[in-house]
């Protein structure tokens, strides 16, 4: 089995797509807004700002995560160096030789370090415009021996990321009106809490309009934070549309993952997105899923059941249970938290 990249380069001039790769809705006839865009916030003031400052950015959080489940996140402090470091990497990943990249094919859902393609091959009906490279950074830390330097700029590169989550996880808890860090020890998040790395390659494709990047998902953690290679191709959808996220230069994209609707019990949305390609380059996105550890019972916070005398819209589930069922299903534009509504 080819992997995308394989596949386009292995061709010459690739002219049409093979026919396991067409989708057979094309997703060009969906509705695609232009006009609205997915609300920013600045990362600076709420580590630093002032009192009032941070108040209003933590409303804005409350905002964006109810009605959007997705930001841009500006002024963080990732370094551009670093950022940059990562893309080369990834290339340079990518190019090795497919018998080097092969060592990685993993089979399983948590083995340390998976390259493979499209989202589960034994699964999908469609094979998706994608490669990808998986790994486990945290709590163990693993990475692949190379491309050198790789290890480095990608231990840094996810630490990072923690940091910048665990800061947004604390906003958010408030902007529920909970104390700020009861998400973080409710769920146990920290030295133990599971990240995985997700770095995705959608070489370009002759026909674009016909593939699928990524299908219609939703992410299974508390918080995902993107950034990629300066080419767009993500689309959220928002009200009955799919909204592309233009993102400027040296942001993140962060959106709400399944656990946090669980623990918000529905109050902020793990909103359904996807990922669509184009003829002209290889996009490349990188990802870190932040969640909490792997045994924690993920549920709705018991504080925001009793204030919204309501009852609990989801059942109680391990994170590492969850990540198994979403792998089991395959990615149909339903999130997989319909599996655990109640
Ligand atoms: O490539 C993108 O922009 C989206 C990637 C994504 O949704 C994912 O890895 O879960
Ligand atoms: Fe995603």
Known sequence: MYCVKEL???????????????????HDDCIISEEETIPTIDYSLLTSGSPEQRSKVIHKLGIACREWGFFTVINHEVPKTLRDEMIKATEKFFDLSEEDKREYAGKKLFDPIRWGTS???????????????KVQVHPQFNAPKNPPGFSEALEEYCKKNRELASELLKGISASLGLEESYLQKTLNVG????????????????????????????DHGLLTVLMQNGLGGLQVQ??????????????????????????????????????????????ISIGTANGPPLDTVVSPAPELVDRQNRHAGYRGITYK???ELQQSNHLDGKSCLTHVRI
């Open 321 to 323: 249970q969850y990540m």
């Open 119 to 133: 989202f589960n091959v034994k699964v999908d009906k469609t094979f998706f415009w994608r490669d990808y490279l």
């Open 191 to 218: 030295s133990n809490s599971h990240q995985l790395l997700v770095i995705n390659m959608y070489p370009p494709c002759p026909q674009p309009e016909v593939v699928m990047g990524l299908p219609p998902h939703s």
């Open 238 to 283: 928002h009200n009955g549309k799919w909204v592309p996220v233009n993102l400027p230069p040296d942001s993140f994209v962060v959106n709400v993952g399944d656990q946090m609707e669980i623990f918000s019990n529905g109050m902020y949305k793990s909103v359904v997105h996807r990922a669509v390609v184009n003829g002209k380059a290889t996009r």
């Open 8 to 26: 386009v380069e292995s061709r010459g001039c690739l002219q049409s797509v093979p026919s396991n790769y067409v989708f057979p809705e094309n």
